[in-house]
């Protein structure tokens, strides 16, 4: 009977939340089962405290992992803890080395949702993967601490709350400083509606730039702690934003995204679920999208003239049909 399992997941945050799609079947299949995901360092906060996930490791291919003697020094640690089984979604070589048995990806059409890869390493192993999702769960305390902040800030209950995160790690995954803020702003004219005005580390140069060209105040987040990052975004009516960690992250905590795609494949890396929307330009260059691929960005324009195409009528249309479906049910 097994006992011990180690996930293989990832170290970008978008691709570890994605990973915990995993959680729910493999708990149901294998009830007693304890359940260790490995990480990178960026993500190990966010799943760190995870309810779901009995314990987390960091994989450090920047530091304590890096190189083939740190490589060495990550298969003995894995190897102490004796594992039963390795669940390898990042396709690890490391992975095979561990001692265990080990469920690797499905060789296919890679075309296809992340998730959807992820849950076939299971499937092909008679794991039922029926209604799995990525999930994370919040504590009460978490959600506590979230409330007090928006109280702090001015936020009442009355309004709709728009969570936007105009930022992202790759400078073509952008839509327009300029589109965000008018979006806001419009936004805020036309409902009740205050706005969270998300941003990650690197990017309150940015955060700052949108909420300076909005017509109204936002409220600024500037936490880099991301589990009061989903806190924040699970109280949200809508998330809008690029693709990026948070996206998913909104997704993850039940949260109704719009996410805007030109440069990157909404086929393999969108919210995943039914309740999303994505929006797109419908300009086709014949190189997007770029990336994942062999040269992505690779016209070395420095940003996208396809995400840029998309309009801010086009964002607030699908917004709207969120809000409207939201307030009905």
Known sequence: MLKKILVFSFSFI??????????????????DVHITFLVGPRAFDLLATEPNIDTTLVYDNRGEHVGWKGRLRLIKTLR????????????????????????????????????????????????????????????????????????EAGWTSEQLLIGIHPGGNWEYKLWD????????SVLC???KVSILLFAGPNER???KQVSGLMDVPSILVETENLRHLAA??????????NDTGPMHIASAVDT???????????????????THTIVRSGIDLGCNPCHPGRNPGGCGAGSCEVIAGITVEQVLA??????????SV
């Open 14 to 31: 978008g691709d570890a939340v994605l990973s915990t799609s995993v959680i729910q079947p493999l708990r149901r299949h294998f009830p």
């Open 80 to 151: 102490d803890d004796k594992f039963d089984l390795v669940v390898n979604l990042r396709d690890s070589l490391t992975a095979r080395c561990i001692g265990a048995e080990h469920w690797g990806m499905v060789r296919g059409d890679s075309n296809r949702h992340a998730v959807t890869r992820y849950l076939e390493v299971l499937q092909q192993h008679g794991v039922d993967t029926t209604d799995a999702r990525p999930h994370l769960q919040l504590t009460k305390a978490e959600h506590n601490t979230v409330n007090r902040f928006l109280s």
């Open 177 to 184: 400083a300029e589109n965000y803020a008018h979006l806001a």
């Open 189 to 191: 004219k036309e409902q």
């Open 205 to 207: 140069g940015l955060q």
């Open 232 to 241: 924040l975004i699970s109280t949200c009516d809508v998330y809008i934003g």
């Open 256 to 274: 109704p995204v719009v996410a805007l795609f030109g440069s990157t494949s909404h086929i393999r890396s969108g919210p995943y679920g039914e």
């Open 318 to 327: 699908a917004v709207d049909r969120h809000i409207t479906l939201g307030t």
